[in-house]
């Protein structure tokens, strides 16, 4: 008898303060097969204090994966990422950045701070949809 395993839950931190980009992406994870768990905080101050708290929330459930915005209210998502390389428990996690802004200083600092992609948040759905497929082959 074969016995079948189960696809692996991806736990996934997403720091993100827009409804609309929110949907997208849980649609696009989706369809790109994936199982996951969203962890979502919808501001820069409560995703610091997250990092900050070591992960104490994220030990039962440790992210697979980071999704970041940049522009957020009352910390921007630079910050939160230094925060996170800084993090005894969350230091090595695997970031990617998703953004409407994508100036090169950000970028560089981005990859400065070991970010695994950087991803400037497309305007058509296809390529939207898209985004899934590229954090699957990531995880």
Do not use: W, Y
Not at 92 to 99: A, G
Request: with cysteine; net charge negative; hydrophobic share 45%.
């Amino acid at each position: 008898m074969r016995s079948e395993q189960a696809s692996p839950v991806f736990n996934i931190l997403v720091v993100e303060d827009c409804a609309a980009d929110l949907r997208l992406l849980r649609h696009a994870l989706t369809e790109a097969g994936l199982e996951f768990k969203l962890t979502v905080i919808d501001d820069g101050a409560a995703a610091l204090a997250f990092v900050r708290s070591e992960g104490e929330a994220a030990e039962c459930c440790k992210p697979d994966l980071a999704v970041l915005d940049l522009n957020l209210p009352r910390h921007g998502g630079l910050e939160i990422l230094e925060a996170l390389r800084l993090s005894k428990n969350l230091s090595n996690l695997c970031v990617t950045i998703m953004t409407s802004s994508a100036g090169p200083q950000e970028r560089a600092r981005a990859q400065a701070l070991g970010v695994r992609r950087f991803i400037t948040k497309p305007i058509n759905l296809q390529e939207f949809l898209q985004i899934g497929t590229l954090l699957k082959t990531i995880l």
